[in-house]
């Protein structure tokens, strides 16, 4: 089965200008995850969806990023204005219905933001 | 959330197992302890999952303390390519998954 995917791999840009990440989860994933993972830190989440509504965006700076994913399936994160601090990785996960008992998460290979 | 502590790092020989601790003191009765590691840029990658039983898979072996305040997930002949991040997540149906720093594993031949 194909995995999660993500674009771009890599993306620089200048502070203050936008930028926007895609990810498309594995078919039949209900829940999407968002992740940054700044250098030599574990990956903190941003948001979650449970198909096209929102989980839990509370470490979401909602300020500059915002997240949807309106059909249900694939989604997108943007990032309005970048800050040099939000160089990181942004990975996507789904998994299963978030409804079972235990579920993994499968992660795509990240977005890696430099932002100068 | 139960918070968990594991070894900043640690080293193995090719071919031996890679013991890797965790200590989740403050688990809660319906929190299932998760293993997933992450290998230099790449996402991270599910291991496997327990709740008090002993668990097996292709990839790793997990102990759980009878009380379950600790676990221990065993990689039973290292690879190089089992060097990475190893990261232990106590997580309960409806709780968000919390990764900490893990445990930066190296195999060395």
């Known amino acids: 089965e194909a995995g999660v995917a993500q674009s771009p791999r890599y993306k620089i840009i200048e502070k203050r200008q936008s930028v926007a990440f895609w990810c498309n989860p594995i078919s039949g994933h209900a829940t999407l995850y968002w992740y940054q993972q700044i250098l030599g830190q574990g990956p903190k989440l941003l948001i979650q969806f449970q198909n096209n509504g929102v989980v839990d965006d509370s470490q979401l700076p909602k300020d500059r990023f915002s997240a949807e994913r309106l059909k249900g399936v694939d989604s997108t994160l943007k990032i309005q204005p970048a800050k040099l601090e939000d160089s990181a990785v942004y990975l996507c996960?789904?998994?299963?219905?978030?409804?079972?008992?235990?579920?993994?998460?499968?992660f795509g290979p990240g977005t890696r933001l430099t932002v100068t | 959330d139960a918070k968990t502590t594991q070894p900043t790092s640690m080293d193995c020989a090719e071919g031996r197992a890679a013991n890797l601790p965790c200590n989740h003191s403050?688990?809660?009765?319906?929190?299932?302890v998760y293993w997933y590691r992450q290998i230099h840029s790449q996402g991270p990658q599910y291991i496997i999952h327990g709740l008090k039983n002993n668990e097996t898979n292709e990839m790793a072996s997990l102990i759980i303390t009878e009380d379950r305040k600790s676990s221990t997930l065993i990689l039973p002949h290292a690879t190089l390519r089992d060097t990475a991040v190893y990261y232990c997540?106590?997580?309960?149906?409806?709780?968000?998954?919390?990764f900490g720093r893990g445990t930066s594993l190296i195999v060395h031949p």
């Open positions: 996960a789904s998994s299963p219905n978030v409804a079972r008992i235990t579920y993994e998460q499968y």
């Open positions: 997540i106590p997580k309960g149906g409806s709780y968000i998954p919390t």
């Open positions: 403050t688990i809660s009765g319906n929190e299932y």
